[in-house]
Protein backbone atom coordinates (compact mmCIF):
# COMPACT_ATOMS: atom_id res chain seq x y z
CA UNK A 1 0.00 0.00 0.00
CA UNK A 2 1.23 3.54 -0.69
CA UNK A 3 1.92 5.61 1.89
CA UNK A 4 -0.58 8.49 2.32
CA UNK A 5 -3.38 9.99 4.15
CA UNK A 6 -5.88 6.80 5.06
CA UNK A 7 -9.69 6.96 5.75
CA UNK A 8 -10.07 6.62 9.83
CA UNK A 9 -7.87 10.10 10.34
CA UNK A 10 -4.34 9.00 10.01
CA UNK A 11 -1.18 9.09 7.94
CA UNK A 12 0.30 5.32 6.89
CA UNK A 13 3.63 5.09 6.32
CA UNK A 14 4.84 1.31 4.24
CA UNK A 15 5.82 -0.22 6.80
CA UNK A 16 2.02 0.23 8.90
CA UNK A 17 2.89 2.78 11.24
CA UNK A 18 0.24 5.20 12.36
CA UNK A 19 1.46 8.49 13.05
CA UNK A 20 -2.12 9.37 13.99
CA UNK A 21 -1.09 7.04 17.11
CA UNK A 22 1.81 9.24 17.90
CA UNK A 23 0.34 12.77 16.09
CA UNK A 24 -2.56 14.69 16.68
CA UNK A 25 -3.45 17.27 14.18
CA UNK A 26 -6.77 18.83 14.13
CA UNK A 27 -7.72 22.48 12.70
CA UNK A 28 -3.92 22.69 11.50
CA UNK A 29 -2.97 22.47 15.66
CA UNK A 30 -0.66 19.69 15.78
CA UNK A 31 0.41 17.74 19.07
CA UNK A 32 3.35 15.25 19.08
CA UNK A 33 2.49 13.39 22.21
CA UNK A 34 6.51 11.47 21.95
CA UNK A 35 7.88 15.26 21.31
CA UNK A 36 9.93 16.34 24.56
CA UNK A 37 8.36 19.75 24.58
CA UNK A 38 5.21 19.68 26.90
CA UNK A 39 1.79 19.65 25.65
CA UNK A 40 0.48 23.18 26.47
CA UNK A 41 3.98 24.45 25.17
CA UNK A 42 3.47 23.07 21.76
CA UNK A 43 0.17 23.94 21.40
CA UNK A 44 0.50 27.45 22.29
CA UNK A 45 3.28 27.57 19.48
CA UNK A 46 0.93 26.03 17.01
CA UNK A 47 -1.75 28.47 17.23
CA UNK A 48 0.36 30.96 17.23
CA UNK A 49 1.75 29.58 14.11
CA UNK A 50 -1.66 29.47 13.26
CA UNK A 51 -2.24 32.97 13.70
CA UNK A 52 1.49 33.98 12.25
CA UNK A 53 1.02 32.30 8.81
CA UNK A 54 -2.87 33.52 8.61
CA UNK A 55 -4.91 30.09 8.93
CA UNK A 56 -6.14 31.90 12.04
CA UNK A 57 -7.11 35.80 11.09
CA UNK A 58 -7.94 38.51 13.89
CA UNK A 59 -11.82 37.69 14.72
CA UNK A 60 -12.02 33.93 13.61
CA UNK A 61 -13.12 31.74 16.59
CA UNK A 62 -11.39 29.08 18.18
CA UNK A 63 -12.32 25.81 19.01
CA UNK A 64 -13.84 25.17 22.51
CA UNK A 65 -11.81 23.99 24.83
CA UNK A 66 -13.86 21.05 25.66
CA UNK A 67 -14.18 20.39 21.88
CA UNK A 68 -10.22 21.05 21.65
CA UNK A 69 -9.56 18.49 23.88
CA UNK A 70 -11.52 15.74 22.80
CA UNK A 71 -10.62 16.61 19.16
CA UNK A 72 -6.62 16.18 20.08
CA UNK A 73 -7.00 13.66 22.85
CA UNK A 74 -5.45 15.55 25.62
CA UNK A 75 -6.72 16.66 29.24
CA UNK A 76 -9.26 20.24 28.92
CA UNK A 77 -7.00 21.50 31.76
CA UNK A 78 -4.29 21.69 29.02
CA UNK A 79 -6.23 23.20 26.37
CA UNK A 80 -7.56 25.66 29.22
CA UNK A 81 -4.35 26.88 30.65
CA UNK A 82 -3.01 27.52 26.68
CA UNK A 83 -6.07 30.11 26.42
CA UNK A 84 -5.60 31.33 29.25
CA UNK A 85 -2.04 32.47 28.94
CA UNK A 86 -2.49 33.80 25.30
CA UNK A 87 -5.73 35.52 26.31
CA UNK A 88 -2.88 36.89 29.01
CA UNK A 89 -0.60 37.89 27.05
CA UNK A 90 -2.83 39.94 24.38
CA UNK A 91 -3.14 37.25 21.63
CA UNK A 92 -7.22 35.47 22.44
CA UNK A 93 -9.73 36.97 23.87
CA UNK A 94 -12.65 35.05 25.42
CA UNK A 95 -15.93 36.72 24.82
CA UNK A 96 -18.30 35.09 27.76
CA UNK A 97 -20.92 32.79 26.25
CA UNK A 98 -19.38 33.15 23.05
CA UNK A 99 -16.17 31.91 22.50
CA UNK A 100 -12.81 32.24 21.80
CA UNK A 101 -11.33 34.43 19.08
CA UNK A 102 -7.95 35.84 17.89
CA UNK A 103 -7.92 39.31 19.17
CA UNK A 104 -6.51 42.44 16.92
CA UNK A 105 -2.88 43.74 17.98
CA UNK A 106 -2.97 45.68 20.86
CA UNK A 107 -1.28 48.93 21.27
CA UNK A 108 2.49 49.43 22.30
CA UNK A 109 1.15 50.65 25.61
CA UNK A 110 -1.29 47.84 26.49
CA UNK A 111 2.11 45.20 25.21
CA UNK A 112 4.32 46.74 27.52
CA UNK A 113 1.62 46.06 30.64
CA UNK A 114 1.20 43.08 29.67
CA UNK A 115 5.04 42.44 29.47
CA UNK A 116 5.67 43.54 32.76
CA UNK A 117 2.80 41.88 34.45
CA UNK A 118 4.00 38.81 33.04
CA UNK A 119 7.47 39.71 34.25
CA UNK A 120 6.37 40.40 37.97
CA UNK A 121 4.83 36.86 37.18
CA UNK A 122 7.91 35.50 36.45
CA UNK A 123 9.82 36.60 38.99
CA UNK A 124 7.44 36.47 41.86
CA UNK A 125 7.24 32.75 40.80
CA UNK A 126 11.31 32.60 40.80
CA UNK A 127 11.88 34.21 44.10
CA UNK A 128 9.25 32.51 45.62
CA UNK A 129 10.59 29.21 44.23
CA UNK A 130 13.99 29.79 45.27
CA UNK A 131 12.70 30.67 49.29
CA UNK A 132 11.58 26.87 48.86
CA UNK A 133 14.99 25.97 47.95
CA UNK A 134 16.18 27.84 51.64
CA UNK A 135 17.55 31.34 49.29
CA UNK A 136 16.81 35.05 49.54
CA UNK A 137 15.88 37.04 47.12
CA UNK A 138 19.13 38.93 46.93
CA UNK A 139 20.74 35.55 47.38
CA UNK A 140 18.83 33.93 44.23
CA UNK A 141 19.59 37.76 42.39
CA UNK A 142 23.21 37.24 42.79
CA UNK A 143 23.03 33.86 41.18
CA UNK A 144 21.35 34.91 38.17
CA UNK A 145 23.87 37.48 38.02
CA UNK A 146 26.65 35.38 38.23
CA UNK A 147 25.50 32.74 36.10
CA UNK A 148 24.92 34.89 33.00
CA UNK A 149 28.66 36.53 33.75
CA UNK A 150 29.42 32.95 33.64
CA UNK A 151 27.90 31.43 31.01
CA UNK A 152 28.21 34.56 28.67
CA UNK A 153 24.90 33.87 27.18
CA UNK A 154 22.82 36.85 25.83
CA UNK A 155 19.70 35.08 26.73
CA UNK A 156 17.56 37.81 24.39
Known amino acids: MDAGFQAGGGFQADEGFWLADRFQVVDGFQIDVEDPMPIHAQLDRAIQFAIVTGRLRIGDQLPTVRQLAVDLKINANTVAKVYGELERRGVLETRRGVGTFVREQVSSAEQLASRRRRMRDL ?34
Not at 128 to 151: N, P, T, V, W
Open 123 to 156: SDRFLFDAADLGFGAQEAIDYLESLIKKEGKDYA
